[in-house]
């Protein structure tokens, strides 16, 4: 993935200090952002309805290089917006950039 260089080297530092690989980390903050969302979801539905909703854990990732892009290969929650969760990845990157 193409991060600004900035990012790339917190990512690098935050993932060093972990012991773990930058793709690791990534990997790691995709999910915690995904299992956050969902989580957020589960509760709305909730709040919506009295019925209570199951939520089937995530499958273990599978993380690799193709053709030089990071892939990670995994299964996302029904109810998963992409959109959503770029519009979330970006603001929070700005956020970043802004507190520098």
């Known amino acids: 993935m193409n991060f ?6 917190k990512i690098e530092k935050l993932a060093s ?3 773990i690989s930058t793709e690791q980390f990534v990997l ?3 999910t915690e ?6 989580q957020k979801k589960v509760e709305e539905d909730t709040e919506q309805n009295s019925d209570t909703t199951n939520v089937t854990p995530l499958n273990q990732a ?3 290089r193709k053709e030089g892009i990071l892939v990670v290969d ?3 929650p029904e109810n ?3 959109n959503t969760f770029i519009d979330e990845l970006r603001e929070e990157r700005i956020r970043d950039q802004m507190a520098l």
């Open 28 to 30: 790691q903050a995709v």
């Open 74 to 76: 995994a299964e996302l």
């Open 80 to 82: 998963f917006d992409f």
């Open 4 to 9: 600004p260089l900035q990012i790339q080297r």
């Open 17 to 19: 200090s972990q012991g």
């Open 62 to 64: 599978k993380v690799y």
């Open 33 to 38: 952002k995904i299992h956050a969302l969902t």
